[in-house]
């Protein structure tokens, strides 16, 4: 409770000086008169001008608020270096405790980790900034730092802070660390598969608060987790190497550099570049046996990606065929089946037969020519119609070593709407097929199918009666597929609704030419913001849990959740900045969460630099708490204006603000008490003038 003496003038205060001053006037020339009753007069007008001005005393009941000081911890990944982390509690503790005792200080905690998704490295003012936004600014009694001293948003003038008060830093960690980083100076988005494609990077290794130059380190690429090259890079320079993307899709290219000298930390020593393989040209023969009407659903599909190198033959004349024309009035040409299946067989990669019969047309040792492309490597579709069910069968050739389906020489006519199987469901190349949700499909019918049994491989479409419709299989390090109908071109000439041949034909040439994103097992990972979404697509009806290493070394499990059938997904919390490598049982995947050159991990390296002209600039200071937490300076609370920092002392600043619970006040002058004192002293003016 305080008591003051306050004035709440009945008149504005101009107005009182405006008529005050003649009253002055008159009584100063009264005065050098020398007018016997000229200082009661002056009284009397002393009276009413008090009187005008209304002194009250006034009573307040105040509350006094505190101060607030906020402790901003620097929790990024940066600070999880060594014995920061123990370093950081420890000065944290130290600092609450003493505050504690501290009266009319109310403490404030921000802590402040990395965030994956942003790219300003650790921006411990703007949290600050935000953690007191709801506190009015003459409250402020300062703001203590722990961190490292890497702060990436320090004001450039006290007048950017927003407040009036002191800045301090407590810095943990050691003076003149050394520490070696990985900067990723140049790197593709994309390239053309097994062309080459130039990286550039530098390594800079840093020792008391210099950039060091000299000695090489060894740095290891690898492409989506084998390794590639390694090479020894000169530390300071930029390295400059060639490499060639192993497929289209996304390739995963890893930089490694090897542990150097007093190493402070491995995070900033790799790096991750996804560089998106694209295929120069796709060379793909297509051989028809005949003339037919879905011969050109094959053309078209393939003339329209212009990717595709086509080379397309249709035998119209086959040998056996004699009727004496003469050679001259022939208009085709001959094929040229030697420099096809024997010189230039390994060039192509995919080979198509389409309604092919055997007719004397290629040799059977073509066709072990076939068999061994296949096994090494190459893709075979084979697209039946009824010769595949006669005597003339492609699968009475070599070719039946890697065929999945054996034709049982009958052939079933009637109309049918082609159904995707259990597995197919599962398969990429199948697996959600616009119309296939539906039962029946919403697409249109066919009406032939070759009837064959199946020894091995998969079923992914079928007719009613459980007949293959299509087969794949895989044969050595090469991949089959059997579509055991010719009237898939009736989708395309949109017979009742038609159907999605070209998807389908499309994912069907692609997952033969191994594209990754059709692979049945595949484990894929990504990073958005600060969460980890992992992703597996199998053929088995469950999958096991995903091994997760962060990126400071942790692992975890993460148990994955059906989405669809053959599709599992997870999505868990990813704090740190790196790479995050996920496995599942032979499967093996990384992702990169943050850019590609965090600003985190530019420098990990503890410094007070960066601290020390907005510390200044605010009267705060600046110690180093890392090597003894016990050596943390005291706390004092200064008035504004005073020193906020001694070598042994935090100062923080003493505002003295309050709040106002009740206000009780009294006048002083009353009028009947005014009117009495001022006409008396008129009285005595008069009696002693009068005298």
Known sequence: MTWNIVFEPVLPLLLVIALTLPGIAALGYAAWRGARGAPLRTAALAILVLAVLNPTIRQEEREAVPDIAAIVVDRSQSQEIGRRPAETDAALARLQDRLAREEGIETRVVSVASNPGDEEGSALFSALERALSDVPRERIAGAIFITEGQVHDVPEDAASLGFDAPVHALIVGRKNE?????????????????????????????????????????????????????????????????????????????????????ELTMLNNRAVVIATGIRDRLRVLLVSGEPHSGERTWRNLLKADPSVDLVHFTILRPPEKQDGTPI?????????????????????????????????????????????????????????????????????????????????????????????????????????????ETDPPAWGRWFRTIDVEVGQGKILMEAPGERPLMVLDHAGEGRIAQILSDHIWLWSRGYEGGGPQAELLRRLAHWLMKEPDLEEEKLSASVQRDMLTIERRTMEDETTPARITAPSGTVTEAALDETAPGRFAVTVPARELGLYRIS???????????????????????????????????????????????????????????????????????????????????????????????????????????R
């Open 584 to 690: 599942q049982g032979d499967l093996d995947v990384v992702a990169a969460a943050g850019p590609l050159n965090p600003r985190e991990f530019a420098d990990v390296r503890a410094t007070d630099k960066l601290m020390r002209p907005i510390a200044r600039a605010t009267g705060g200071g600046i110690w180093w708490v890392g090597e003894d937490a016990g050596a943390m300076p005291g706390i004092r609370t200064v008035r504004a204006g005073h020193d906020a920092a001694g070598e042994s002392w935090i100062g923080l600043k003493r505002n003295e603000k309050y709040l106002v619970h009740a206000v009780h006040q009294a006048p002083l002058m009353v009028g009947p008490l005014a009117l009495l004192l001022i006409l008396g002293t008129l009285a005595l003016a008069w009696w002693r003038e009068g």
């Open 328 to 436: 001259g009035e022939l208009s085709l040409i001959s094929f040229p089946t030697r420099e096809l299946f024997d010189e230039k067989l390994d060039q192509f990669d995919l080979i198509i037969f389409d309604r092919y019969k055997r007719r004397n047309v290629l040799p059977l040792a073509y066709f072990l020519n076939i068999v061994d492309y296949v096994e090494n490597g190459g893709a075979f579709l084979a697209a039946s119609g009824p010769a595949f069910a006669s005597p003339f069968s492609i699968y009475r050739t070599p070719l039946a070593a890697i065929l999945p389906a054996q034709p049982s020489g009958e052939t079933t006519i009637g109309g049918f709407h082609p159904r995707i199987t259990d597995t197919g469901a599962r398969h990429p190349v199948t697996a959600g097929l616009p119309g296939g």
């Open 178 to 262: 050394r520490d070696r980083r990985l900067h990723v100076v140049e790197a593709p988005r994309f390239g053309i598969v097994d062309e080459p494609v130039a990286l550039s990077f530098r390594i800079d290794e840093t020792a008391a608060d210099e950039d060091a130059t000299g000695g090489t380190a060894t740095v290891t690429i690898s492409i989506d987790g084998v390794p590639d090259q390694t090479v020894e890079a000169a530390v300071g320079e930029q390295t400059n190497i060639s490499l060639a993307l192993k497929h289209g899709g996304a390739n995963v290219i890893e930089v490694d550099v090897a542990k150097g000298p007093d």
